[in-house]
């Protein structure tokens, strides 16, 4: 195999990838009203996407807004990829405080894509499909992992991003905070496992033992009770690992994710 220069540019995307970037941003903003001529260019390190606004143009493109078309331009083009170039959007000639009522739209409409994009099929659909065919089949760690970050954990992580975003979080802060939902998510699966195991139907309230009934793979089918339990406590530390950054005002997060592993129904 071939050495790789660590000194060399990362390689150009696909060409139909600055495309989409460009599409998206043009339906996106004729939807809202705007009359924008935009310039998709490709450097070494990102996409850039230049927006300036034509004469007659109605639209105060402010901060949020900018925001929001950059956090779902890079859904379209970075799907839960990493080590892809980010898309960047610039905005030159707008007001930077813009029109409240079309920041609070812009907010919304980041928020209402979290929620969508943890809904599809690389969400709760896709989990709940791979769950349903995992039933009566062997899988390792490593799919049952994919299975849960799936369900459970889009679901918390949307919880978490959307209230994040509608509470206008910093980017820093949002990553903190997408990092503590991911923990917390799969933590609350693999301590489900464990309560399935080892409550009654009574302190559960519901009935216990059915994964072992249809025969699904669990945290615990697959690495035990004891070592499920410590999984658990690792993702507990994971989580508030990632609020650290946040002080004080995660406080109720921090307590959130103990009660979730901490449990005992």
Same mark, same amino acid.
């Given at each position: ?17 600055? $495309?989409? =970037?460009? &599409? ?12 924008? =001529? ?5 450097? +070494?390190?990102?996409?850039? @996407? ?22 779902? @331009? ?22 930077? %405080? ?5 920041? &609070? ?32 089949? &062997?899988?390792?760690? !490593? !799919? ?5 970050? #799936? ?6 992580? +949307?919880? @978490?991003?959307?209230? =994040?975003?509608?509470?206008? #979080? ?11 939902? %991911? +923990? ?16 009654? =139907? ?10 072992? #009934? $249809? ?16 999984? +658990? ?16 005002? &995660?406080?109720?997060? $921090? ?5 979730? @592993?901490?449990?005992?129904?």
């Amino acid at each position: 195999m071939p050495e790789r220069n660590e000194g060399a540019p990362p390689p150009r995307e696909a060409p139909d990838k600055v $495309a989409r =970037a460009k &599409a998206f941003c043009e339906e996106l903003l004729r939807r809202l009203g705007g009359d924008v =001529a935009l310039d998709v260019k490709e450097s +070494a390190e990102a996409i850039g @996407v230049s927006l300036t606004p034509r004469d007659g143009n109605g639209l105060e493109l402010g901060g949020a807004l900018v925001e929001a078309m950059q956090y779902l @331009v890079n859904r379209v083009v970075n799907p839960r990829a990493e080590g892809r170039k980010w898309v960047n959007v610039d905005v030159g000639g707008f007001s930077e %405080d813009g029109d409240p009522a079309v920041k &609070a739209m812009a907010v919304r409409l980041a928020a209402t894509a979290v929620l969508a994009e943890a809904c599809g099929t690389g969400g709760l659909i896709g989990g709940q499909v791979m769950d349903l065919e995992s039933e009566g089949r &062997a899988i390792d760690t !490593a !799919a049952l992992e994919r299975l849960h970050r #799936a369900k459970t954990g889009a679901l918390l992580t +949307a919880c @978490v991003r959307g209230g =994040a975003i509608l509470g206008s #979080a910093r980017p820093n802060e949002l990553e903190a905070l997408s990092r503590y939902a %991911d +923990a917390v998510g799969l933590a609350f699966q693999v301590v489900d496992d464990v309560l399935d195991a080892t409550e009654s =139907a009574e302190r559960l309230g519901k009935t216990a033992g059915k994964d072992a #009934a $249809a025969h699904k793979a669990t945290y615990v089918s697959l690495h035990g009770i004891e070592r499920a339990r410590e999984l +658990a406590s690792g993702l507990l530390r994971d989580a508030l690992a990632a609020l650290e950054p946040l002080g004080p005002r &995660a406080a109720l997060l $921090a307590a959130l994710a103990r009660l979730v @592993v901490d449990r005992h129904s």
